[in-house]
């Protein structure tokens, strides 16, 4: 039987261990394989056959309503007092306060004052004790287990206020928590409504209103001036400047026209255009970009990971710490049932792991969102955290610290030959080349109306050069280490050479096995805004930022002295840049590797972090790198390093604050000074501080 693989978004799923639960009970329905639940990004992926009515059956006990991915739901968005929750919320608390007014009226253990308290813990903890009463019957002990126990325990030994006060302040607990969740995830609700619903189709000389759900590979997309673009594709037709911000996070308009790429949720601003779609729907830059936040989202942190594992230990020896505080001294130090009993059970609400196991979530979920609306994709609480501890950051030159579009600069004469035969034999041959210096070459020939000559056996030469056969004569271009093997190059040219290298420029020699004929200098621009880069990372405490490059070091040298670089490697074959950087990670230990994607795939993935450039215009740059910076600018890196560091920073906070409040709490129980509701009060102030704190990096600004 083959099986269904289902997509479904998720509403109402408010906290960690009620995803694990709804988990746990998707798994329990027997036509159900395997359960993928992505609780940052509320996504559920079901391997197998089973009904919305099964799934959100499984999902009762928390009112989690299922949804397939593909329908598009105008999710409502509940006041606050609309939802059921908060309204018994809500009387619980009213109650709770006639129950105090009564029991100084009457008294605290009047009828009348046990029957109010009693009525605000039935009405305000309906869920909690129905939730925990069937958790304790399977022996699954999580946080309503623990507040269940400590609720009946206080009634049972005649603390219906204390009892009641738990209850409404777990019920805050449990808001704030659904509540922080929710504002964390509303960063992929932004990007999923970034992009139209509709597109304005044209087929022969009739416009049509399409959903991009029926838009084919092909068809021609009308674009007027201020309209959001529906899907990615090539302009055809007029030019325009295009907002591309909310993919690249580029404030700066992008002037496009004919043969142009233009990407979904983009909006064009004054021209019309007209734009042959080169994608479907579920294939766009803004959906990749959907689905790997998503999935990043969904992988767990290693903080989160230890915090999730501790927790796994950390309830159950709670449990038992507060079985042996309730019944130890009564049983062999003639303590007082009453109050150990009481005691017991303050240990019991103070330990539970509520602030400790949303500490880590939130702020991983919160920080990605950020982000992705900046522009870099971080593909992994793993990465976030690994980004925020490095201590080196290597940079392949071409295309990242420089403009990549390289320009040659000036052609010398060696011999009989003219500039223009220089140049005309050169553009011949590395018409065939693949590498940039090879399209610089090319410019310049197309620029002074160069015509170019045949070509036969052209053969590369990697790391060097290349060699072609022209009017039966070898001819040779390429690196001067290329001829240095084969010739000895006078003195006056070695001098030559040095001269422009040492002014930053890559040099090639045209030549036969027994003449030089020529030299082309090129140079590849420094981005502006590079050296200001490197200023920024040393700021942040990067120690090393090193340049990776194929050029002769006396190049390298200048344009690592240009950008006040700690270190630059030279004259790299692209095996060698693995090399590197495999032996910088044993050398400082975090290293991350920024480049294209493209070319320097395997140094980006034996990096710590790999970390590519442009990713809107390149699937590979998306697929290889751990962060992808969308625009083609490396200002967003201090900005993705910053906010790494300052994610890192929260979680140890939150998790140093959680687990010292919980210390603290736990030593006032000897002395007898902690009471219930102070237990439940500590535990809630812990969730909302720790909430409050990683709710910050929302504000983190680019």
């Not at 593909?70 to 109650?95: G, P, Y």
């Not at 673009?229 to 302009?235: N, R, S």
């Not at 002014?503 to 050296?531: C, F, H, P």
Request: charged share 20%.
């Amino acid at each position: 039987m083959s099986e269904d693989k289902n997509v479904y978004r998720l509403q109402g799923l408010s906290c960690t261990n009620c995803a694990a639960k709804f988990e746990k009970n998707l798994r329990d329905i027997e036509t159900v394989n395997d359960v993928q639940l992505n609780f940052g990004a509320s996504k559920l992926t079901v391997l197998g056959n089973a009904s919305i009515e099964e799934l959100e059956k499984a999902g009762a006990f928390d009112g989690i309503k299922v949804v397939p991915a593909n329908q598009k739901v105008q999710e409502k968005r509940e006041s606050i007092w609309k939802k059921r929750e908060n309204q018994r919320t809500f009387i619980s608390a009213l109650l709770l306060l006639l129950g105090y007014i009564s029991s100084v009226i009457y008294d605290e253990e009047s009828n009348q004052t046990i029957f109010i308290f009693g009525l605000s813990i039935l009405i305000g903890g309906y869920n909690l004790i129905k939730v925990g009463l069937v958790n304790l019957t399977k022996l699954q002990f999580d946080m309503k287990t623990l507040m269940t126990i400590a609720v009946i325990g206080a009634a049972i030994i005649g603390e219906w206020g204390e009892g009641a006060v738990v209850v409404f302040l777990f019920a805050i607990s449990e808001a704030l928590e659904s509540y922080s969740m929710d504002k964390a995830r509303q960063s992929i609700r932004t990007l999923m409504d970034i992009a139209p619903n509709t597109a304005i189709i044209k087929r022969g000389k009739n416009e049509f209103d399409v959903a991009v759900e029926d838009i084919q590979i092909g068809d021609v997309m009308i674009l007027k001036p201020g309209q959001k673009i529906a899907m990615d594709g090539e302009v055809i037709l007029g030019q325009s400047s295009i907002n591309q911000a909310s993919i690249t996070g580029e404030s700066v308009p992008v002037h496009k026209m004919i043969g142009d790429e233009v990407y979904a949720g983009t909006l064009n601003e004054e021209g019309s255009l007209e734009v042959r779609v080169t994608k479907r729907v579920e294939d766009t830059t803004i959906a990749k970009i959907i689905h790997l936040v998503e999935e990043a989202q969904a992988e767990k942190a290693p903080s989160q990971q230890f915090v999730d594992k501790f927790a796994k230990y950390y309830t159950p020896a709670i449990m038992l710490i507060s079985l042996l505080v309730a019944v130890f001294p009564p049983l062999f130090l003639g303590g007082d049932w009453s109050e150990w009993i009481y005691r017991g059970l303050a240990v019991l609400v103070v330990g539970c792991p509520c602030a400790l196991v949303v500490s880590t979530p939130v702020a991983i979920v919160t920080a990605i969102g950020n982000a992705a609306r900046n522009g870099v994709l971080i593909k992994g609480g793993i990465h976030l955290e690994e980004a925020g501890r490095l201590k080196v950051v290597a940079f392949d030159k071409t295309g990242t610290l420089t403009k990549g579009t390289p320009e040659v600069t000036s052609v010398v004469s060696l011999s009989e030959m003219n500039i223009s035969e220089i140049l005309q034999l050169s553009a011949s041959i590395e018409k065939f080349s693949q590498h940039p210096l090879a399209s610089a070459i090319m410019k310049e020939a197309e620029k002074q109306k160069i015509e170019l000559v045949p070509v036969v056996d052209f053969q590369s030469i990697t790391g060097k050069g290349a060699k072609a056969t022209i009017d039966d004569q070898v001819i040779y271009i390429g690196s001067p280490n290329l001829f240095r093997e084969t010739h000895s190059i006078l003195s006056t040219i070695e001098a030559q050479v040095k001269a422009l290298q040492m002014d930053g420029k890559t040099v090639m020699l045209l030549g036969t096995e027994y003449e030089l004929k020529g030299l082309i200098a090129v140079a590849d621009q420094v981005r502006e805004n590079s050296l200001n880069v490197i200023k920024k990372l040393h700021k942040l405490g990067i120690q090393k930022t090193i340049m990776l490059t194929g050029d002769n070091q006396a190049t390298g040298s200048a344009i690592g002295k240009q950008l006040e670089l700690t270190d630059v490697r030279a004259e790299l074959m692209p095996q060698d840049k693995l090399s590197v950087i495999k032996s910088l990670r044993e050398e400082h230990g975090k290293v991350a590797m920024v480049g294209d994607g493209v070319n320097d795939a395997p140094a980006l993935a034996s990096a710590t972090v790999g970390i590519a450039m442009g990713g809107a215009g390149t699937d590979t740059a998306l697929e290889t790198a751990d962060i992808a910076l969308m625009a083609d600018d490396l200002e967003k890196l201090p900005y993705t390093i910053a906010l790494s560091r300052k994610t890192l920073n929260i979680i140890y906070q939150n998790v140093a604050f959680a687990f010292g409040l919980k210390v603290l709490a736990l030593v006032l129980i000897i002395p007898g000074w902690l009471t219930l509701w102070m237990a439940i009060f500590a535990d809630m102030g812990a969730t909302l501080i720790v909430v409050l704190n990683s709710l910050r990096l929302i504000r983190t600004k680019y």
